[in-house]
Structure formats: structure tokens, C-alpha cells
């Protein structure tokens, strides 16, 4: 079946940049996603990339994808406190290339930006 | 447009009651979905929808139903309230085809 992981926990200084890792079982996944969760909040789609693509950079984020190894990461240039937030990889594995509204999520890494 | 929204934010049952949790978009989109949130173990699905009277089981069904009559409505019943379905829920929609799910700000569920 399909699995995604990521580690639970990131903290870094206000100015460096984060690193958020996930990995994913699924070999024949097509889309991949970053999603934002501020507290209280709902599920912000940042940025995702086609299993076809190595990386996607926008902005201050740039995504990496290694399909052999099945590892995806985030990285966010110039953290700042307002990136706080969970931070949630999940994967479209649809054959078809549609989702149906179907993704399979990872636990959600909790990045903290120290001032 | 006000997309995906989710009636009510927050709700407090007591144990065997029922309720209905409201879901409505306005992007006629085709795909509707619901999802529920525990701590450290992200969104799990429960149940999806590809279109007006079809529904079908995500991975955590169980104590859920769903009906989808019109395309912008798609509620979820919980028929006798557990505490195990103590939890956040998040209705999300999608188009035929786009990929990208946008997600209603969540309704939160305590069972007492």
C-alpha cells in the first residue's frame, strides 16, 4: 500500500533555510505536494511536482525529487517566523493521472523559527 | 468565489449522538472528498466522491456516511458519535482532471 513519512519535528534560526524531508513508497506516484498548516488554520497548497520533474523552485521554495529513492524535500530559503506552521508532503498515485480528490498524506513535519 | 466551506467550525457531541457535518462547494468542481486530522498521523481519507450520486470508501470509513445529491453538496454523517472520531475534518474539492485540491478551514469534532 501506499506510505508517505516525514520527520515530526524542525527547528531553525530566523534567516537560515529549512529543510523538510519526506519519503514515499509508491513508485508509481505522478503528483507529489507541499501543503502549509498555519495553527487553527486549513490545508494551504504551497507548490507540487510531477513525478517526470527533478526539481521546481518558486520563490524562496525549491522542491527536490530523487524517484529512485523515493525521497522528496522542501526547502524554504530565508526562514522566517511566518513560516511557522506544520508542513504537510503527500502523493497522488492515480494511475490515470487524476487524483480523485485522493491523496495520501505524511504525518506532517512542525517547523519552529527561532528570532 | 468563497470555495470549499465546512459548517459547523466546531461541534461538541456526546457519546451515541449523531450529526451531520455540512460541506459545500462553489467551483463546480466533480471530485469532493473528506478527510480526517489526528495528531501525528496527518489527513487521512474517509470517504470520496467522482461525481452527483457517487461516493465510494477512503481509507477510514468506518462510523461515516456520505451522500452526494448535487454537485456542490457533499455531507458527512456520523450516525453514533465515538470518542475515537474526536478529531479535525476537512472537506476538500477538486476538478476533473486539475490535481490540485483545495480544502475548506476544517470543523472541529470533541466526543464526549
Known amino acids: 500500500g501506499e506510505d508517505v513519512e516525514q520527520s515530526l519535528f524542525l527547528s531553525v534560526r530566523e534567516g537560515d533555510s529549512s529543510v523538510i524531508n519526506c519519503t514515499y513508497t509508491d513508485s508509481s506516484s505522478t503528483y507529489l505536494y507541499w501543503y502549509k498548516q498555519e495553527p487553527g488554520a486549513g490545508l494551504q497548497l504551497l507548490t507540487y511536482i510531477f513525478s517526470n520533474m527533478d526539481m521546481k523552485q518558486d520563490q524562496r521554495l525549491t522542491v527536490l525529487l530523487n524517484k529512485k529513492d523515493k525521497h522528496l524535500s522542501l526547502r524554504i530559503a530565508d526562514t522566517q517566523t511566518g513560516d511557522s506552521a506544520i508542513y504537510f508532503c503527500?502523493?497522488?498515485?492515480?494511475?490515470?493521472?487524476?487524483?480523485?480528490?485522493?491523496?495520501?498524506f505524511g504525518q506532517g513535519t512542525i517547523l519552529t523559527v527561532h528570532p | 468565489n468563497a470555495g470549499v466551506t465546512q459548517t459547523p467550525k466546531f461541534q461538541v457531541l456526546k457519546t451515541g449522538q449523531s450529526m451531520t457535518l455540512q460541506c459545500a462547494q462553489d467551483?463546480?468542481?466533480?471530485?469532493m472528498s473528506w478527510y480526517r486530522q489526528d495528531p501525528g498521523m496527518g489527513l487521512r481519507l474517509i470517504h470520496y466522491?467522482?461525481?452527483?450520486?457517487?461516493?465510494d470508501q477512503g481509507e477510514v470509513p468506518n462510523g461515516y456516511n456520505v451522500s452526494r445529491s448535487t454537485t456542490e453538496d457533499f455531507p458527512l454523517r456520523l450516525l453514533s458519535a465515538a470518542p475515537s472520531q474526536t478529531s479535525v475534518y476537512f472537506c476538500a474539492s477538486t476538478a476533473s482532471g486539475a490535481n490540485v485540491l483545495t480544502f475548506g478551514a476544517g470543523s472541529r469534532l470533541t466526543v464526549l
Open positions: 466522491s467522482v461525481g452527483a450520486g457517487i461516493t
Open positions: 467551483m463546480n468542481h466533480e471530485y
Open positions: 503527500a502523493e497522488c498515485t492515480n494511475a490515470g493521472g487524476t487524483s480523485y480528490g485522493k491523496l495520501t
